[in-house]
């Protein structure tokens, strides 16, 4: 009889119930993927992965489908925390979710309000940890995810000196380093947590990321580049020293993609299915692509697509003021997104000084994203960091060209002139030989093809994850 693996993956958000950013689509996805290995590919063991969510309100309103499992008080100061606990499946997933006040006061997934939120999360995140005890499954691996539930990982290691809960491991993925959640100085102490001596700078003491950091087995940043890039003071906010110091235990593992939802061959959002063997048929989505945007009709004219977050990270300014300067070559540019006011107004200001080459659409499109990245010649992705991203590798999917800044995720999932395009300096002039370079190429029809059928060929598949990650749960329970 095979052993079975069990891991409980804690995350402040998840698709299908809650998406606010990537974190859900990984929290959505990587569990299911974790499951569905063979036993085989799972290094021997079998996985029983098992989904831990808050419920917030927007869940609580929609979900209809939710089996009260148990309940329990949880100790806070002078008080008691009541806290229900809900089960569903999503497929074949399990799905706890975790009631109580701090979560119903909050209201949002995530606030202006740093004591909300750190109300919030503090209390899922032990509640979380002492709902295994009434279960009838005692996890193995907790699996955290972000500041939001990297206190779980603390709380462990609390329970571990303890004399309980010595089997359980933990693990961390940092998706954003630079969230490193608020001050929890009084709150902790108040849940029971209390402050250790640890190694972490003085001002991180009390901050629930870095003492995930400090307390987790293992560290996962979302791609080996993120994972060095931290131990940079570019990159590492403040904490670089003390990850340098720990680097044995860090690690970096890509982030994958839905490969059967983003399929060319099979996407209802696009206008013509194809395949890397059926190219001609892509032009089909560009033409589309045109007409939608109100764009002149012509498949010689270089198509860029942009689809990000209004965010200075993600270098939309560096894009616009680019694309301002490329006015002596011929080209086209769809650009979708919201976020930043400022920048949406910048993006929109070039649309009016470009009405015949620029169309800008502010807002969020799940469809449109995917007819710009069906029938884009070349997609822009100038990111300042990017600890994964996932824009550059659905884009590769559908045989458009990504030109990214060489950072992170970026730099692992794209070859230079084999798939994409990279730059280094986040200068206009080096964003602007990338892009004179792509398009040099694209003037070369049987070039530029080859490098589609590349980009294509390439298994960004969540299969590919879930086996470092099943690896790396063995590693832990390793004596």
């Not at 063979?38 to 089996?67: F, K, W």
């Not at 995530?110 to 499954?137: I, P, Q």
């Not at 670089?240 to 593992?253: A, P, V, Y």
Request: charged share 20%.
């Amino acid at each position: 009889m095979s052993k079975t693996l069990k891991v409980l993956f804690l995350a402040a958000e998840a698709a299908p119930f809650v998406k606010i950013g990537g974190l859900a689509d990984v929290a959505g996805a990587l569990p299911r993927a974790l499951r569905a290995l063979s036993e085989e590919d799972a290094g021997g063991v079998n996985l029983d992965v098992r989904l831990a969510l808050p419920l917030h309100m927007v869940i609580r309103t929609e979900s209809a489908t939710l089996r009260p499992v148990t309940s329990f008080t949880l100790p806070r100061a002078k008080s008691d925390m009541s806290v229900q606990v809900f089960e569903t499946r999503s497929e074949d997933l399990p799905v706890y979710f975790v009631a109580g006040e701090p979560i119903t006061t909050s209201g949002s997934v995530y606030s202006s309000n740093a004591a909300l939120d750190g109300e919030k999360y503090t209390f899922f995140s032990v509640a979380a940890l002492e709902m295994t005890k009434h279960l009838e499954w005692q996890p193995d691996i907790i699996h955290v995810n972000d500041w939001h539930t990297a206190l779980a990982a603390y709380a462990l290691q609390l329970k571990h000196w303890n004399g309980e809960m010595r089997e359980t491991k933990s693990l961390l993925t940092v998706h954003n380093l630079p969230f490193l959640g608020p001050d929890l100085r009084g709150r902790l102490v108040s849940y029971g947590l209390t402050l250790a001596q640890t190694d972490l700078p003085e001002w991180a003491r009390a901050m629930p990321l870095p003492l995930g950091l400090w307390s987790a087995g293992k560290t996962v940043a979302v791609s080996p580049t993120y994972a060095n890039e931290m131990l940079t003071p570019s990159f590492g906010s403040g904490m670089e020293n003390f990850l340098t110091i720990h680097q044995d235990s860090l690690m970096g593992i890509i982030n994958g993609i839905d490969a059967e939802s983003f399929d060319p061959a099979t996407d209802e959002a696009i206008s013509t299915n194809f395949t890397a063997e059926t190219l001609k048929e892509r032009a089909w989505n560009k033409a589309a692509l045109q007409k939608l945007m109100g764009l002149d009709i012509d498949s010689s004219i270089p198509l860029f697509g942009f689809v990000s977050r209004m965010d200075t990270q993600k270098g939309v300014d560096l894009a616009i003021d680019t694309l301002a300067k490329l006015k002596d070559t011929p080209w086209q540019a769809v650009i979708l997104g919201t976020g930043d006011p400022a920048l949406e107004k910048r993006a929109k200001n070039l649309e009016k000084k470009m009405p015949d080459r620029v169309k800008v659409e502010i807002r969020y499109d799940g469809r449109l994203a995917r007819k710009i990245y069906a029938g884009s010649d070349i997609f822009l992705m100038p990111s300042r960091y990017e600890p994964c991203g996932l824009s550059q590798m659905i884009a590769m999917r559908y045989g458009c060209i990504p030109i990214v800044r060489s950072t992170g995720g970026l730099k692992d999932t794209v070859k230079h002139a084999e798939t994409g395009f990279l730059f280094e300096k986040e200068t206009i002039a080096a964003f602007r030989k990338a892009i004179n370079e792509a398009l040099g190429i694209y003037a070369n029809n049987e070039y530029w093809q080859s490098l589609q059928r590349n980009a294509m060929a390439q298994d960004f598949s969540w299969k590919n994850s879930a086996k470092k990650y099943a690896a790396l749960y063995q590693s832990l329970l390793l004596p």
